[in-house]
């Protein structure tokens, strides 16, 4: 650690509130990884023991009514085995390397979903796996990220409406959007400039648009697959956060039922459902950081050196507004705001206000969903002067975050 610098002092210097919320949440995880593996070995262990017991069992029966040595049906099983890698199995599942197979497998692989059940076999088709998945998944994670911009941009606008109808209820706003009493419509459009969407009404309404979906797939996959309710909502989760571990994988049949209209419904549950755990998956890592800053401000520890003296806020940390102090300068020519803590920058993980978007570039809610979806086809976004803007700016969730380190950096040098 390096000395505190101040005159007189002889301790050490505090660390920055990023590298403290890292090391604890590395801590914290780490913590999980320990109860999950804890949870899951009391829950499971004792099956896998009785399955094993169970399969000794039929082995030593069936090698004694076959007249087989133990070595032979072993080297029969692992013959078995590989043709199982390679697609054969004893139930008659359709081909795997057909066009419509093969469609399926380079889905799960751009999507990173990777069920397992299909796997290349050549080396040719190894080699081309690493770059097709590299480019594919690069590609896939960019949709997931504009798509929840497109979410954000939504649920921002739906709520906000909600947000003006609650303020003429209450007599803020003028029903008619005419002209009001001065003092009346002023204190109105502050409250709706300075506003932002909850993160939490966002998680909500993303949480219960991701069990809506889950529901209506599972209902189709028990249908169509035989499959248990409950083990179809566990398959959509497994595939919708792209985990994938493989053991129950839908549309593996010869045939089904109205085959066409089952297959584009699992593509568009599928796609869907990906695309809202995904998004919502952003939004509770934005919960999690403000759970994280609430204990770092629950264990601040100032420096028995240096009173007064605690954690240095880091450039990107999300603080509560009343905690942080910022020095405002408007331009009544170009209504640009400066802030001295932040130079322009949004803090990593924070909606952006109302008010500051509207001070920075003179526009409404409309034409911010169209400068999103500008940034999204490429197309260059009007900036205010203290906004700083280039290649690497733009983006939510973990592109925004990477675009927002990638743009302090270049400006810095």
């Not at 007249?67 to 099983?77: C, I, M, V």
């Not at 390679?86 to 197979?101: E, H, I, N, Q, S």
């Not at 594919?136 to 504009?146: D, H, K, M, V, Y």
């Not at 954000?152 to 906000?160: G, M, N, Q, S």
Request: charged content about 20%; some cysteine; glycine content about 10%.
């Amino acid at each position: 650690m390096m000395a505190c610098r101040g005159a007189g002092c002889s301790g050490f210097a505090p660390v920055s509130q990023d590298t403290a919320r890292f090391a604890m949440l590395a801590l914290l995880i780490l913590l999980y990884l320990l109860c999950g593996a804890a949870v899951f070995s009391a829950l499971e262990q004792p099956k896998e023991k009785q399955a094993k017991a169970r399969w000794m069992q039929r082995f030593e029966q069936f090698s004694q009514k076959h007249n087989l040595s133990r070595s032979d049906l072993e080297n029969f099983l692992r013959h078995y085995e590989e043709a199982s890698m390679a697609g054969v199995r004893v139930d008659g599942l359709k081909a795997r390397w057909d066009f419509p197979g093969a469609l399926y497998f380079v889905g799960t692989v751009v999507s990173t979903i990777g069920f397992g059940m299909t796997t290349p076999a050549t080396v040719g088709g190894k080699i081309f796996l690493i770059f097709y998945g590299l480019i594919g998944c690069a590609a896939t994670i960019l949709f997931f990220n504009l798509f929840l911009e497109r979410i954000i941009t939504v649920l921002a606008f739906v709520l906000k409406s909600c947000h003006e109808v609650q303020h003429r209820r209450k007599g803020v706003l003028p029903h008619d959007g005419g002209q009001g009493p001065g003092d009346m419509r002023q204190r109105g459009e502050d409250g709706l400039a300075g506003w932002k969407p909850s993160v939490y009404c966002v998680m909500l309404i993303l949480c219960v648009a991701a069990v809506i979906i889950s529901c209506c797939a599972s209902a189709m996959y028990s249908s169509m697959e035989g499959w248990g309710y409950l083990d179809s909502l566990y398959f959509c989760f497994v595939a919708f956060s792209t985990i994938g571990f493989g053991d129950m994988v839908s549309g593996q049949r010869t045939t089904y039922q109205s085959q066409t209209l089952y297959s584009l419904g699992n593509f568009f549950f599928i796609l869907l459902g990906a695309c809202c755990i995904y998004s919502l998956f952003n939004v509770i890592s934005i919960v999690i950081k403000q759970v994280l800053n609430w204990l770092l401000k629950k264990l601040e520890i100032p420096c028995r050196h240096c009173p007064g003296r605690s954690l240095r806020p880091g450039r990107n940390a999300v603080v509560p507004g009343h905690f942080r102090t910022r020095v405002r300068n408007i331009s009544i020519d170009t209504d640009a705001v400066n802030e001295s803590e932040t130079d322009g920058r949004r803090m990593s993980g924070e909606m952006i206000s109302m008010r500051d978007f509207l001070a920075a570039n003179k526009v409404n809610l409309a034409i911010m969903q169209k400068q999103l979806s500008e940034t999204a086809n490429g197309y260059p976004r009007p900036s205010g002067s203290a906004n700083r803007h280039n290649e690497f700016s733009g983006g939510v969730g973990a592109l925004g975050i990477m675009n927002n380190r990638l743009a302090e950096t270049s400006v810095d040098r």
